[in-house]
Every structure is written in structure tokens, then in C-alpha cells.
């Protein structure tokens, strides 16, 4: 595998509020990371971050050999790198399947579509079969003419990672995927994120769920106020005294009955 991210001595402050301090890690290509912590420590600011919703105050962050640190979202969109969020908020008149279709209308250009051109018209075409194709693996094909908004959360989350996928990223962020997914699709979801990084897609995971990480991740590294505190294998974590104190609150027992 090769390098495919490298967060460097990144620090944010809100305020007089330190939430990132010298946050140091590497992603490779296809690689699954998890990103634990308890509730406060930087884990969403980390990812918005690295996708441009907030401007680091200091270090650097390379992705596929270019500096991204100063550059704006939708720069970062269509450099390869996609998001999903831990409170989806769906447009209210919008069906699920036009929500992914606007997702990709996003990836090539809206001008294109309105004015008709021949190459806008076959961005479409590929779209809606993107879209069809991505709404069968996460199993939202069902209710693909349903309004996104009355979704359940969980559903919601599906459609998250769906609208993020139209783009075709290279880095998948995901924050709290399976928080409300039912538990009969957890585990098609596991092996659908699998699957990406067969693809060489790289997927940088926010979660609690600790079976969850033990699945699907090949590492972990651990947040507590701000400073990574641990960086190992999802078996290692049980062992790690600094994660025992900073991720569960010093319950040994909760994270043994976890992992």
C-alpha cells in the first residue's frame, strides 16, 4: 500500500477552546482506519478539517501528494475526497433517488445538464445508473421514490454514504455509520465497506460501536481532548491503558465486555 493522506502537527482552536493539538497520523490507499475517542475529544472537528469545513490554524494536510490545508470544500470534493455526517438532514420534497442524482450533478457541473449539451445528458445517463447501482448494494432500492426526509435515521445514514459515493472518492470519511442502521443490514453494510477497499478506496471511520471496529478496521487511533493518545490494532485497545482512561472513562471491564 502507499500513502494516500498525512495529517501533520494539525491544531484547531474555537475560542479560547484547544480542540485539535498537534494531530499527527498517515492513511494508506485501501486502508480502513478507525477514529475512536469519547464525545469532545476532536473527532467531527478532525474530519472538517480534513474536508475544508474548517480551516486548520496549524500543521499540514497532504492528500494523494498535494496540500489541501487551505483549500475549500468543494475543492476537496473534487480532489477525491467525500464525507458523511453524523445528523443527515434530508431536503423535505426530494425523493431518495433524486437526492443521489443531485449528489452527482454536484461531481461534473450543473451548468452542464441545464443547457443540454450531449456531454451533460451522458453525465446524467451515468449517473442514474451510478445511483441505481449504489441504491442496490445499500439496500434502499425499495424506497428509492419515497421523500429522503421520511426516511428512518438509520436509512438515512445508507443514503448518506450513497450521495458520498457518487463521486467516486478515494477517501471515504464516515462519521458514526451505524449509528440507527438496523441490525440486520450491519453486517451487509460491514462487507460493503469491505468491498470499497478492495476497490482502493481508503475509509477513515468514526464510531462507537466497538464490534463494528473490530470487523471492519485494520487500525485505530484514539482522540482524547485533542492529542491522539493511541494508535494500534482494534485487539490492542483492551491493552492500552491510555485508552482505557481516555476513551471509556477508566472502565477497564466496559472496554473488555466492548472488544
Not at 501533520?8 to 490507499?29: H, I, R, Y
Not at 473527532?43 to 497532504?62: A, H, M, Q
Not at 452542464?112 to 445517463?125: P, T
Not at 454514504?161 to 441490525?183: F, N, R, S, Y
Amino acid at each position: 500500500m502507499s500513502r494516500l493522506l498525512e495529517v501533520a502537527d494539525v491544531s484547531k482552536a474555537f475560542g479560547g477552546n484547544q480542540v485539535l493539538t498537534s494531530v499527527s497520523f498517515t492513511l494508506e490507499k485501501g486502508e480502513i482506519l478507525g477514529l475512536l475517542g469519547p464525545n469532545g475529544s476532536g473527532k467531527s472537528t478532525l474530519l472538517n478539517t480534513i474536508s475544508g469545513f474548517t480551516r486548520p490554524d496549524g500543521g499540514s494536510i497532504t492528500f494523494d501528494g498535494r496540500s489541501i490545508a487551505s483549500q475549500p470544500s468543494h475543492r476537496i470534493i473534487q480532489a477525491g475526497i467525500a464525507r458523511t455526517f453524523q445528523l443527515p438532514v434530508m431536503p423535505e420534497k426530494m425523493s431518495v433517488m433524486e437526492v443521489v442524482m443531485t449528489a452527482g450533478t454536484r461531481q461534473h457541473g450543473l451548468f452542464n445538464g441545464l443547457l443540454g449539451l450531449a456531454s451533460g445528458r451522458k453525465a446524467e445517463q451515468e449517473d442514474r445508473a451510478r445511483a441505481r447501482e449504489l441504491l442496490d448494494i445499500l439496500l434502499l432500492t425499495k424506497v428509492k421514490d419515497l421523500p429522503a426526509a421520511a426516511l428512518s435515521g438509520g436509512q438515512k445514514k445508507l443514503l448518506g454514504i450513497a450521495c458520498a459515493l457518487m463521486g467516486k472518492p478515494t477517501l471515504l470519511m464516515l462519521d458514526e455509520p451505524m449509528a440507527g442502521v438496523h441490525p440486520k443490514l450491519r453486517q451487509e453494510l460491514v462487507e460493503t465497506l469491505v468491498n470499497l477497499s478492495h476497490q482502493g478506496i481508503s475509509l477513515l471511520v468514526i464510531e462507537h460501536d466497538m464490534h463494528f471496529i473490530n470487523t471492519l478496521c485494520q487500525r485505530c487511533i484514539v482522540l482524547d481532548r485533542g492529542q491522539i493518545v493511541a494508535s494500534c490494532r482494534p485487539d490492542e485497545l483492551a491493552q492500552n491503558q491510555q485508552v482505557l482512561e481516555a476513551y471509556l472513562g477508566h472502565s477497564t471491564a466496559t472496554l473488555q465486555e466492548a472488544v
